[in-house]
């Protein structure tokens, strides 16, 4: 510590006191600084993460809790997989319903044709070779693979039509002729006309 000043002779004496006892105060000081500080040895000391109290972490408000060794859901990015629609239901009939009309006369008649069945309608021969249709509690779909021949005035059979019929469009394939028209309107699977064998047999 320095001190500036001057001081009369007098009190040299005084003044050369003073700066002894501050001295020994700092001396006493530093030493007593020195006492109170503790040194471990190294075989004591803590290493940095060793031993240390755990930390006790509480959660938020509304926060759920983990149960203690039950495992976390891991969250994953998976998409589900898209749900496939079931396949319609076809139903395989034996018999498919027609309707014809006469354009010269404007009759009407309906008739039933069993699979794989010729029948004459004026002059043209209608078979049909499938006939589909769907369950009542799904979408109404009926159709029906058909061939059509025109019987002409020379005697010769002559194909006009071969494709589907859809019944709930008519006119989307219907037969269109000079005279006759044809188009599909149920397919079914019994019917008050005899099946081709049981007429044969009676």
């Avoid at 940095?48 to 809790?65: H, T």
């Avoid at 979408?139 to 002409?152: A, G, H, L, M, N």
């Avoid at 859809?166 to 397919?187: M, Q, T």
């Amino acid at each position: 510590m320095t001190f500036f000043g001057r001081y009369p002779s007098s009190g040299r004496s005084k003044a050369k006191a003073l700066l002894a006892t501050v001295a020994l105060c700092a001396g006493l000081g530093h030493a007593m600084a020195q006492d109170s500080i503790e040194r471990l040895p190294l075989d004591q000391q803590v290493e940095q993460g060793d031993d240390l109290p755990a930390i006790d972490v509480q959660p938020l408000p509304g926060e759920a809790q983990p149960v203690p060794g039950e495992a976390q859901p891991v969250p994953s990015e998976a998409q589900p997989a898209p749900q496939v629609a079931p396949k319609p239901q076809r139903i395989k009939n034996p018999i498919a319903e027609f309707a014809g009309i006469d354009k010269i006369t404007g009759r009407i008649i309906t008739f039933d044709v069993y699979v794989d069945e010729t029948v004459q309608f004026g002059a043209l021969q209608v078979t049909p070779r499938v006939c589909y249709s769907r369950p009542q509690n799904e979408e109404p779909k009926t159709d029906s693979f058909v061939e059509v021949d025109e019987i002409t005035l020379d005697r010769k059979i002559r194909r006009i039509f071969t494709g589907w019929m859809f019944a709930e469009s008519p006119g989307l394939n219907a037969v269109e002729h000079a005279v006759y028209d044809v188009w599909l309107k149920a397919c079914k699977q019994k019917s008050d006309v005899p099946a081709p064998e049981a007429a044969k047999t009676n």
